[in-house]
């Protein structure tokens, strides 16, 4: 799964899809909290459901792109600070068993319920996507 996402991502770059996509969509004209929070909401919930690292490989090329296209997000630090963001919102995901390898080896063992997963790991997601909006304002 993670050399899925490592190719999917590497495909969005080479072929200019994730060019295309910034291109074609009026990010401009977004404000810029909007922005930062629509690129880390999608992370936060793609990688609920599939693997964190290939979430972030998916998503990096165009938020890099994405950061590098609109010029207003130089005033909060660009691509850089817009890749860290979405790295950061990427890992909290915790939500279901398939979220982290991890979750998975714990609902295996069969102490475990679906809600219990579903409870904590909406509140550590939650925490954890704040905390990576704490340390963007810090960076």
């Given at each position: 799964m993670i050399s899925g996402g490592i190719a999917l991502g590497l495909?969005?770059?080479?072929?200019?899809l994730?060019?295309?996509?910034v291109t074609n969509i009026?990010?401009?004209?977004?404000p810029l909290l909007l922005i930062v929070?629509?690129?880390?909401?999608?992370?936060l919930l793609m990688s609920t459901f599939i693997s964190n690292t290939t979430t972030a490989n998916l998503l990096l090329p165009i938020r890099a792109t994405l950061g590098a296209?609109?010029?207003?997000?130089?005033?909060?630090?660009?691509?850089?600070l817009l890749v860290l963001l979405v790295t950061f919102s990427c890992s909290p995901?915790?939500?279901?068993?398939?979220s982290t390898p991890p979750n998975a080896m714990?609902?295996?063992?069969?102490l475990l319920e679906n809600r219990q997963?579903?409870?904590?790991?909406?509140?550590?997601?939650?925490?954890?996507?704040?905390?990576?909006?704490?340390?963007?304002?810090?960076?």
């Open positions: 495909g969005l770059e080479s072929t200019g994730s060019q295309t996509l009026p990010f401009a004209e977004l929070m629509m690129a880390t909401l999608i992370g296209t609109v010029s207003t997000l130089g005033e909060i630090g660009g691509s850089k995901a915790m939500a279901l068993p398939v714990a609902y295996a063992t069969g997963i579903l409870q904590i790991g909406a509140l550590i997601s939650g925490i954890g996507l704040v905390a990576s909006y704490l340390l963007a304002k810090l960076l």
